[in-house]
């Protein structure tokens, strides 16, 4: 069974901004804290931000500031609004759950690629 469902994604210039949305399921999105991850070229799956069921935030420092995690509880979906993207952020972005005992099994991912 799918458990997220990631879209969004796209070329984007630097400057430029993105919104990615993840639909998961409801047992796992009403239950646990939800994570927008990426994963670059030849770099480690790291986690950029974090929302809990009540809505307090956390955000890797290399995105504070530019990027925010929200999520609609009557949707069962969570949301990143991308702001500022540099080259960097290039990668496949992913959501699952944020939790001690691990994570459930990821889904496609979606591709952000920001070039001139």
């Known amino acids: 069974q799918v458990q997220f469902v990631e879209s969004g994604g796209g070329l984007v210039q630097p400057g430029g901004s993105l919104r990615l949305s993840c639909a998961a399921s409801a047992r796992i999105f009403s239950i646990y804290p939800m994570g927008w991850f990426r994963q670059a070229p030849g770099k480690q799956r790291e986690l950029v931000a974090r929302i809990t069921t009540g809505g307090s935030t956390n955000y890797a420092d290399s995105v504070k500031g530019r990027f925010t995690i929200s999520r609609d509880n009557a949707k069962n979906t969570v949301y990143l609004q991308m702001n500022s993207l540099k080259p960097e952020d290039t990668g496949v972005y992913y959501c699952?759950?944020?939790?001690?005992?691990?994570?459930?099994?990821w889904g496609q991912g979606t591709q952000v690629t920001v070039s001139s």
């Open positions: 699952n759950r944020v939790y001690y005992s691990g994570y459930e099994p």
